[in-house]
């Protein structure tokens, strides 16, 4: 019997195997350890009269999705092909790609979706020559996930209806194109396609924001913004206002609240008292959560605060299941800022004094310096203050750890390293959303406040993995600091405090990614003695050749108006004050010219006042098949949860590095990874997003000891770790497997994840 289907056009034709054949053909053509008649086998094909061809590719692609294992990891390609084909025909109509000119004019004129500015910026003839540069076969370099994870998150599309705008290489391209537009001839041209050869080469990671911003009319391509609250009702209502501002522009956000005066503290003379910190948390809560950008990013927050506030005990079980909502707010996350007196008084089993920071204004202005310890000593002293208590350190200590523990979601950060460690020479008050960006801050006290001082800062990583020498090495190092520092230029901003921060400070922060791959190709675990100089030596060559760019760009068109607000004004380099103590495991010599270096920045100075911090990659490393940022993985195929579907990652090379690779929860502690971490740490110029890793299966009755979280966290801090993130445990029940199943907004939005 004849049976019909019906084609994108809307008509009726023959039902043609032999043209699945042709389709599945071309998908697995050069592929390896994979076949035509398992994808259709697998497909098992319920043919009936009047099916859709979507519908029978969409059950092609589903086969290919099935047969992805450890075993027969190839098919993950096998889908991805499939996924790209039936995108191509979405977009294009067919199977070959229209002129570029054409595809932007289009998406300019007639979808209005891209920036008009771009042909304003490029004549036709230019982009006729960057047409004949793209390569659309780099489509065959994605996994199933990658592939998917662009069409559902970054690509351009309406996402009330689901139609998408464009390709991948397309968009690598134009995204190219904006970043240089604003270079001149031949020069633009040359950046523009070394780009474009990074990005879709793999060997930089694009954020979420840049991905899925830069070509559109949205003009806001920053990960993070610091948002400090002064204690007055205008700065708070003004950060509201600021935060949702900043999760509708897909910005993580870091909020600072350590300002705020406790509860039931007088006002206007007694007349009423302070409601305290929580209601005011509340409604940060609200307004970030209300901003949600569904389909690419949600609003998420981290609230900072310091040890030593007077409601310390309340904010620390803000977001654990016990309570009422009255007293939780559960849907922000929280960084408690400790110093080395809070260590102290922990080891000798101390008292600490909780202080009210508005009858302790100037403690709070000496926080993370080295006068703190003396002012403080003061302030316990006084007997005039209204709210003062003592506490045992331990007590906040085991507080903290439960937490930590239970919801792995409360950060630190060792706000003395912050400072006193950092490239900054002036106040550091709090971290971002991931922890790993430090930047100075001036509270916001209304939204046209032109002297306050909201901390932007624009991220990128390296894919370490796929560079192939130190010369590219400089060469990806040189692109990423100038294409960031054209965007800082390009970019809108959505009040004039983030302006004023980033236009004077032009801060970047560009990290390294699928480090745990990259440890795997040297044969080496985060465990191994090794590990922690193939991090130092790494680590070196890119602070080194980001230090390098800057100093060159500074050069060409001067330092950022605030240098002398930067340790590097002063001469100070990163190896001038690192912790010593990872001398005692780190035993490689220097590798770079520094001092030929600094000689450069005294007499050029730099044109950013930071260059390097190193933050999660959950969302952008799945495009490129990599593992996240510097973390040990977790299983070697994981199944991603997203919005739409279940996703099957394979780690890098898993078929020549799988007995390489350091599974995170069969770590028996966290020594290795918190050294390797500290030997990264020596050479960035802000922070890390690092995570430490707990299996209860290691432990007696499957009970993790606080003093084991203690101990790893005391360790962190001599090794000079300016913030921990995550607190992770497992059960252990899943790697017999090498399986996992993850959610890809364990953050809860994404927005912490570039």
Same mark, same amino acid.
């Given at each position: 019997?004849?049976?019909?289907?019906?084609?994108?056009?809307?008509?009726?034709?023959?039902?043609? &195997?032999?043209?699945?054949?042709?389709?599945?053909?071309?998908?697995?053509?050069?592929?390896?350890?994979?076949?035509?008649?398992? &994808?259709?086998?697998?497909?098992? $094909?319920?043919?009936?009269?009047?099916?859709?061809?979507?519908?029978?590719?969409?059950?092609?692609?589903?086969?290919?999705?099935?047969?992805?294992?450890?075993?027969?990891?190839?098919?993950?390609?096998?889908?991805?092909?499939?996924?790209?084909?039936?995108?191509?025909?979405?977009?294009?109509?067919?199977?070959?790609?229209?002129?570029?000119?054409?595809?932007?004019?289009?998406?300019?004129?007639?979808?209005?979706?891209?920036?008009?500015?771009?042909?304003?910026?490029?004549?036709?003839?230019?982009?006729?020559? #960057?047409?004949?540069?793209?390569?659309?076969?780099?489509?065959n370099l994605f996994t199933y996930a990658g592939m998917r994870?662009?069409?559902?998150?970054?690509?351009?599309?309406?996402?009330?209806?689901?139609?998408?705008?464009?390709?991948?290489?397309?968009?690598?391209?134009?995204?190219?194109?904006?970043?240089?537009?604003?270079?001149?001839?031949?020069?633009?041209?040359?950046?523009?396609?070394?780009? =474009?050869?990074?990005?879709?080469?793999?060997?930089?990671?694009?954020?979420?924001?840049?991905?899925?911003?830069?070509?559109?009319?949205?003009?806001?391509?920053?990960?993070?913004?610091?948002?400090?609250?002064?204690?007055?009702?205008?700065?708070?209502?003004?950060?509201?206002?600021?935060?949702?501002?900043?999760?509708?522009?897909?910005?993580?956000?870091? !909020?600072?609240?350590?300002?705020?005066?406790?509860?039931?503290?007088?006002?206007?003379?007694?007349?009423?008292?302070?409601?305290?910190?929580?209601?005011?948390?509340?409604?940060?809560?609200?307004?970030?959560?209300?901003?949600?950008?569904?389909?690419?990013?949600?609003?998420?927050?981290?609230?900072?605060?310091?040890?030593?506030?007077?409601?310390?005990?309340?904010?620390?079980?803000?977001?654990?299941?016990?309570?009422?909502?009255?007293?939780?707010?559960?849907?922000?996350?929280?960084?408690?800022?400790?110093?080395?007196?809070?260590?102290?008084?922990?080891?000798?089993?101390?008292?600490?004094?909780?202080?009210?920071?508005?009858?302790?204004?100037?403690?709070?202005?000496?926080?993370?310096?080295?006068?703190?310890?003396?002012?403080?000593?003061?302030?316990?002293?006084?007997?005039?203050?209204?709210?003062?208590?003592?506490?045992k350190a331990r007590q906040l200590m085991s507080l903290f750890?439960?937490?930590?523990?239970?919801?792995?979601?409360?950060?630190?950060?060792?706000?003395?390293?912050?400072? *006193?460690?950092?490239?900054?020479?002036?106040?550091?008050?709090?971290?971002?959303?991931?922890?790993?960006?430090?930047?100075?801050?001036?509270? !916001?006290?209304?939204?046209?406040?032109?002297?306050?001082?909201?901390?932007?800062?624009?991220?990128?990583?390296i894919n370490v993995l796929e560079i192939q020498s130190d010369?590219?090495?400089?060469?990806?190092?040189?692109?990423?600091?100038?294409? !960031?520092?054209?965007?800082?230029?390009? *970019?809108?901003?959505? #009040?004039?405090?983030?302006?004023?921060?980033?236009?004077?400070?032009?801060?970047?922060?560009?990290?390294?990614?699928?480090?745990?791959?990259?440890?795997?190709?040297?044969?080496?675990?985060?465990?191994?003695?090794?590990?922690?100089?193939?991090?130092?030596?790494?680590?070196?060559?890119?602070?080194?050749?980001?230090?390098?760019?800057?100093?060159? !760009?500074?050069?060409?068109?001067?330092?950022?108006?605030?240098?002398?607000?930067?340790?590097?004004?002063?001469?100070?380099?990163?190896?001038?004050?690192?912790?010593?103590?990872?001398?005692?495991?780190?035993?490689?010599?220097?590798?770079?010219?520094?001092?030929?270096?600094?000689?450069?920045?005294?007499?050029?100075?730099?044109?950013?006042?930071?260059?390097?911090?190193?933050?999660?990659?959950?969302?952008?490393?799945?495009?490129?098949?990599?593992?996240?940022?510097?973390?040990?993985?977790?299983?070697?195929?994981?199944?991603?949860?997203?919005?739409?579907?279940? $996703?099957?990652?394979?780690?890098?090379?898993?078929?020549?590095?799988?007995?390489?690779?350091?599974?995170?929860?069969?770590? %028996?502690?966290?020594?290795?990874?918190?050294?390797?971490?500290?030997?990264? *740490? %020596?050479?960035?110029?802000?922070?890390?997003?690092?995570?430490?890793?707990?299996?209860?299966?290691? =432990?007696?009755?499957?009970?993790?000891?606080?003093?084991?979280?203690?101990?790893?966290?005391?360790?962190?801090?001599?090794?000079?770790?300016?913030?921990?993130?995550?607190?992770?445990?497992?059960?252990?029940?899943?790697?017999?497997?090498?399986?996992?199943?993850?959610?890809?907004?364990?953050?809860?939005?994404?927005?912490?994840? #570039?």
């Amino acid at each position: 019997m004849s049976m019909n289907i019906v084609k994108r056009s809307g008509e009726s034709v023959p039902y043609d &195997v032999e043209r699945i054949h042709r389709v599945v053909g071309w998908a697995i053509e050069g592929i390896k350890g994979v076949t035509v008649s398992d &994808v259709e086998i697998n497909a098992s $094909l319920q043919k009936r009269d009047g099916m859709s061809t979507r519908e029978i590719h969409e059950t092609l692609i589903d086969s290919a999705v099935n047969l992805i294992t450890l075993n027969t990891p190839n098919y993950q390609y096998v889908a991805s092909r499939l996924l790209s084909y039936q995108l191509r025909k979405d977009v294009w109509g067919g199977k070959n790609p229209p002129k570029l000119v054409d595809f932007i004019n289009k998406n300019v004129h007639e979808h209005d979706v891209y920036d008009e500015d771009i042909l304003m910026l490029y004549n036709n003839t230019e982009i006729n020559k #960057l047409d004949e540069y793209i390569d659309h076969t780099r489509d065959n370099l994605f996994t199933y996930a990658g592939m998917r994870q662009l069409c559902d998150k970054y690509l351009i599309q309406d996402r009330s209806t689901g139609i998408i705008y464009e390709t991948p290489q397309f968009a690598y391209m134009i995204i190219a194109m904006v970043c240089f537009g604003k270079y001149k001839g031949a020069t633009r041209m040359s950046y523009v396609k070394k780009a =474009y050869d990074y990005f879709s080469k793999f060997k930089i990671n694009i954020p979420t924001p840049l991905m899925a911003g830069v070509r559109t009319k949205i003009r806001q391509y920053a990960s993070c913004c610091l948002i400090d609250i002064d204690d007055t009702l205008p700065s708070i209502f003004s950060s509201s206002t600021a935060a949702g501002y900043a999760t509708g522009s897909r910005y993580g956000i870091g !909020l600072n609240i350590g300002r705020i005066r406790p509860i039931n503290s007088p006002i206007r003379r007694g007349e009423v008292v302070h409601t305290g910190v929580i209601p005011f948390l509340k409604l940060m809560e609200s307004t970030v959560k209300s901003c949600h950008q569904n389909g690419i990013r949600g609003g998420s927050a981290t609230v900072n605060f310091p040890f030593w506030h007077y409601e310390v005990e309340d904010m620390v079980v803000l977001k654990n299941n016990s309570g009422t909502d009255d007293n939780r707010v559960r849907k922000l996350d929280y960084c408690i800022q400790f110093s080395e007196l809070f260590y102290q008084r922990f080891l000798k089993n101390e008292d600490i004094t909780l202080f009210s920071p508005y009858e302790a204004k100037d403690l709070y202005d000496a926080f993370g310096h080295e006068n703190f310890d003396e002012l403080y000593e003061q302030y316990e002293r006084k007997t005039s203050l209204r709210f003062k208590k003592t506490i045992k350190a331990r007590q906040l200590m085991s507080l903290f750890v439960k937490e930590r523990v239970e919801t792995g979601r409360i950060y630190y950060m060792n706000i003395d390293h912050c400072n *006193q460690r950092s490239a900054w020479d002036t106040d550091v008050k709090m971290t971002n959303l991931c922890v790993e960006v430090l930047h100075p801050t001036k509270p !916001l006290q209304n939204t046209s406040d032109k002297d306050a001082e909201i901390g932007i800062c624009i991220l990128s990583a390296i894919n370490v993995l796929e560079i192939q020498s130190d010369a590219e090495m400089e060469k990806v190092c040189d692109i990423i600091v100038r294409l !960031l520092d054209q965007l800082i230029d390009y *970019q809108d901003y959505f #009040l004039p405090a983030a302006k004023n921060f980033t236009k004077n400070r032009r801060s970047l922060g560009i990290g390294i990614t699928n480090f745990a791959a990259y440890l795997a190709k040297h044969g080496t675990g985060y465990e191994d003695e090794e590990a922690p100089n193939i991090a130092d030596e790494l680590m070196e060559k890119v602070q080194y050749y980001l230090l390098s760019s800057s100093c060159s !760009l500074a050069e060409e068109k001067g330092s950022c108006s605030k240098f002398n607000e930067t340790k590097y004004s002063k001469g100070w380099l990163p190896i001038d004050d690192y912790k010593k103590d990872i001398d005692e495991f780190v035993t490689r010599n220097n590798s770079m010219d520094w001092e030929s270096l600094r000689s450069r920045i005294k007499e050029f100075g730099l044109r950013h006042s930071t260059v390097s911090a190193i933050m999660p990659c959950e969302s952008s490393s799945v495009i490129q098949c990599s593992t996240n940022g510097i973390e040990p993985i977790r299983s070697y195929i994981t199944y991603k949860k997203s919005k739409a579907r279940t $996703l099957p990652v394979i780690v890098p090379n898993y078929s020549s590095y799988k007995n390489k690779y350091t599974l995170a929860y069969d770590m %028996k502690d966290n020594t290795g990874l918190i050294k390797v971490v500290g030997a990264l *740490q %020596k050479w960035v110029d802000m922070s890390i997003s690092a995570n430490i890793y707990y299996n209860y299966a290691h =432990y007696e009755n499957g009970a993790l000891p606080d003093a084991k979280v203690i101990k790893e966290q005391l360790l962190a801090y001599k090794l000079g770790w300016r913030t921990g993130y995550y607190l992770n445990t497992d059960d252990g029940d899943k790697q017999s497997s090498g399986e996992d199943i993850e959610d890809e907004n364990g953050c809860e939005s994404g927005a912490c994840a #570039l």
